[in-house]
C-alpha cells in the first residue's frame, strides 16, 4: 500500500471540485487525466480517463470515469469538422473497456488539451463574468490577460477545436455563456488554478457564496401548485433565501435568465407560468418538481442562476445570453437529453401528495405503503406512530394534518380515510358513551377532514380524489355491532355527499367496502373478535375461515386488496368514477352495493 493511483487522484480532486455548490452542481463539469495503462497483453497505452456523461463530481467513484484510447483520439485534431453523430461512435470506439459509461461530451475538449490534468467548471463566479455584456472584456479585467476567452459555442468537436487552439499561452479558458477550463502538471495545480481564478472573479463581483434557507410551502401557493400540476402533479420547494431577490425591479428578468446552459437542461429555458422556478414577491423562489429531491434540486440550481445573473446585472449594467437559436439548439440536443434519460420511467403517482388516517396499522399501514410505492408523497396520521399524531374526532388534529401536507409538499391530491374504531354491543345494552365514541370516530372525524381538505382542492384548481374505507356491515349489518355499522352506513353516505357537491371543481369522492381483514388490524380486538365469534355460534379460532367460507369467492380478504383498490381510486385511472362504492369483501351477496 502506498501513494494512491493516479485514477483514485483525479476521484480525490473531482470530489473536491465537486463537494462545492460554487464551483458545480448536479452533474455539470468535468474532470480528466492523462496516464499510462496496460492494456490486456500487457502492451502500455496512453489513455484518457475522464467523467461519464451526467456522471456527478460530488459523489463519483472510479467507475464513473471511463478510459479512452488517447492516441485514437488525438488524430482527430487534424479534422475540419465532426459531426456529433460521428464524435459520439469514435468515441465509443476508443474506449478502454467496452461497457464503460459514456464518456462526457466534452471529451476531446479535454483530449485537444495537452495538459496532464484538466478541470472543467460551471462556477457562478466565473458564468457571472462569462454572461457580462462582453464576456471577453469582463474576464480580461477580472483575471488578467492571460486567461483566453472563447464565445460560445455548443459542446462538441468544434469547441474542443477552439478551446485547443485558444489555451497556447493561456493560463485558462473561460467559455463564454458556459464556464472556465483549466489545467496543470499535477493534480494541485489543476485546482488551485480553478480555485484562484474562481476566487478572483468572486471577489471582482462582490459575490457571495449562495445559501439557501429552505422553508415550508404554505397557502398562498396553492393556486400555484395547481397551475403547475395540471399536466402532471407536482411537489413545491420553497427558498426564502431568494427573497430579496425576489422583490427587486428586475425580479422578471432575472428570473427567466439561466447562468449556464446545463442549468437550462435542469430548470427549463425559461420561466413563464408554467415554472417550474418562480420568484414570487413576499415569498421567494419556489420550484416545482415531480418528487421532493427534483423540486429541491431545482431551488437550487435557481438560487445559483438567479445569484450569478444578479451579479452580472449588478456589476455590468446588463447581460448577455444565449441567442433564440442557441437556446432552442441545446434544449433539444441529443446528447444533453441522454443525461435526462439515465432515469427510469416515472410512477404512477408521481407528484402526488394523499394524506392517509389511520396509517399506523391494518388497512391504512398498508394504503400508506402502497401509495408511496407508487410514487405518491404520503403524509400520515393516527394516535401514534404517524406524521400527524393526534385523534382526528379533534379538529385541531385535522387542521395540524392538512397544514401538514401543504407545508411539506405544497397542496394534496387525494385522502384516503381509514381510521376507525369496531364498537359492538346490542341496541339494549350498548353504552350511550360507546355509541358516542364510534360516530365520532367512524363517522364526524371523516367529515371534520373532509371540510377541511375541500378550500386546499378548490384553491388548487386540479380537482382530487376522496377514499372513505367505509365497510361491508354499511349494506349488510349484524345484529349486535349498531355502534359500528350505523356509522359506517353514514360515511358511505358522507362519500355520496361529497361527490355531489365535489363534481363541479374536479373532486372524486368514492368509497371501498371492505369485510373482514384481520391480518394487521387493530380493529379485531380479542374482544370484538369473541363477541363476533359468539354472534356467529363459532369458536372463536374459526372466524377467520367462517369469513372467507360464505364469501362467495371463498377466500381470504387482505389489506394489500383494499390498498390496491384504493390505488385505483386515487389514481387518474378511475378519472370517471365519482359516488362509486367498491366492496373488497371476497363477495357478500347481501353487501352488494345499492
Ligand atoms: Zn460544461
Redesign the pocket.
Known amino acids: 500500500m502506498g501513494a494512491l493511483s493516479a485514477l483514485d487522484r483525479l476521484v480525490e480532486r473531482s470530489r473536491r471540485i465537486g463537494a462545492d455548490p460554487a464551483l458545480v452542481l448536479y452533474g ?3 474532470t480528466s487525466t492523462k496516464l499510462f495503462e496496460r492494456d490486456h497483453a500487457g502492451r502500455e497505452q496512453r489513455v484518457l480517463r475522464i467523467k461519464g456523461s451526467g456522471r456527478d463530481l460530488a459523489t463519483c467513484t472510479a467507475r464513473d470515469f471511463p478510459g479512452l484510447r488517447l492516441d485514437e483520439l488525438l488524430p482527430l485534431r487534424e479534422r475540419d469538422a465532426m459531426s456529433d453523430e460521428e464524435m459520439v461512435d469514435h468515441l465509443g470506439r476508443c474506449l478502454v473497456e467496452p461497457d464503460a459509461p459514456r464518456p462526457s461530451i ?1 471529451t476531446l475538449l479535454h483530449a485537444f488539451l495537452p495538459a496532464t490534468h484538466v478541470d ?1 467548471v ?1 462556477a457562478d463566479a466565473i458564468c457571472a463574468l462569462a454572461n457580462a455584456p462582453d464576456p471577453a472584456a469582463a474576464a480580461r479585467d477580472a483575471l488578467g490577460e492571460d486567461v483566453a476567452v472563447v464565445p460560445y459555442l455548443r ?1 462538441g468537436f468544434a469547441l474542443a477545436k477552439l478551446v485547443a487552439d485558444a489555451a497556447a499561452g493561456a493560463r485558462a479558458v473561460v ?1 463564454a455563456h ?2 472556465l477550463v483549466t489545467w496543470g502538471e499535477t493534480d494541485e495545480e489543476s485546482y488551485g488554478r480553478t480555485r484562484e481564478l474562481v476566487d478572483r472573479a468572486a471577489r471582482f463581483l462582490g459575490l457571495r457564496p449562495v445559501e439557501l434557507e429552505v422553508v415550508p410551502s404554505s397557502r398562498s401557493l396553492l393556486e400555484l401548485r395547481g397551475r403547475v400540476s395540471r399536466e402532471r402533479r407536482q411537489v413545491l420547494a420553497v427558498d426564502a433565501a431568494q427573497r430579496a431577490l425576489a422583490e427587486r425591479p428586475d425580479a422578471a428578468e432575472i428570473a427567466a435568465m439561466r447562468s ?3 442549468h437550462m437542461l435542469r430548470i427549463g429555458a425559461r420561466t413563464n407560468g408554467d415554472g417550474p422556478v418562480f420568484l414570487v414577491p413576499g415569498v421567494g423562489c419556489v420550484a416545482a418538481g415531480p418528487d421532493p429531491r427534483t423540486a429541491r434540486m431545482r431551488l437550487e440550481l435557481a438560487a445559483h442562476s438567479h445569484a450569478t445573473t444578479a451579479a452580472t446585472r449588478d456589476r455590468f449594467g446588463g447581460a448577455s445570453w444565449l441567442t433564440e437559436q442557441e437556446v432552442d439548439d441545446f434544449v433539444h440536443w441529443p446528447l444533453e437529453l441522454y443525461k435526462l434519460t439515465l432515469s427510469p420511467p416515472p410512477p404512477e403517482l408521481e407528484g402526488h401528495v394523499a394524506i392517509v388516517t389511520g396509517a399506523a396499522s391494518g388497512i391504512g399501514r398498508e394504503v400508506a405503503a402502497d401509495l408511496a410505492a407508487r410514487g405518491a408523497n404520503v403524509v400520515t396520521a393516527d394516535l401514534a406512530g404517524a406524521d400527524v399524531e393526534g385523534d382526528l374526532t379533534d379538529p385541531r388534529t385535522a387542521d395540524a394534518l392538512v397544514e401538514e401536507a401543504v407545508a411539506r409538499y405544497g397542496g394534496l391530491d387525494a385522502v384516503v380515510f381509514c381510521a376507525g374504531v369496531a364498537v359492538t354491543g346490542p341496541l339494549a345494552a350498548v353504552a350511550e358513551e360507546e355509541w358516542r365514541r364510534s360516530v365520532e370516530v367512524n363517522l364526524t372525524s371523516h367529515f371534520l377532514l373532509t371540510k377541511r381538505v375541500w378550500p386546499v382542492l378548490r384553491a388548487q384548481g386540479i380537482g382530487g380524489s376522496l377514499v372513505y374505507v367505509a365497510s361491508k356491515n354499511a349494506f349488510a349489518p349484524g345484529a349486535g355491532f349498531g355502534p359500528y355499522s350505523v356509522a359506517k352506513a353514514g360515511l358511505v353516505q358522507l362519500a355520496r355527499i361529497a361527490a355531489l357537491e365535489g363534481g363541479p371543481i374536479g373532486v372524486r369522492a368514492n368509497a371501498v367496502n371492505p369485510d373482514a381483514v384481520f391480518a394487521g388490524s387493530k380493529l379485531w380486538s380479542e374482544e370484538v373478535r369473541r363477541e363476533r365469534a359468539a354472534a356467529h355460534g363459532i369458536p372463536v379460532e374459526e372466524l377467520e375461515a367462517f369469513y372467507a367460507r360464505r364469501s362467495l369467492l371463498g377466500r381470504e380478504v387482505t389489506a394489500r386488496d383494499v390498498a390496491a383498490a384504493v390505488a385505483f381510486l386515487v389514481s387518474e385511472r378511475s378519472r370517471a368514477t365519482t359516488g362509486a362504492v367498491i366492496p373488497v369483501d371476497g363477495g357478500v351477496p347481501a353487501a352488494f352495493p345499492r
Open positions: 455539470g463539469g468535468n466534452e472543467h460551471h459542446p467559455l458556459h464556464g449556464t446552459p446545463d
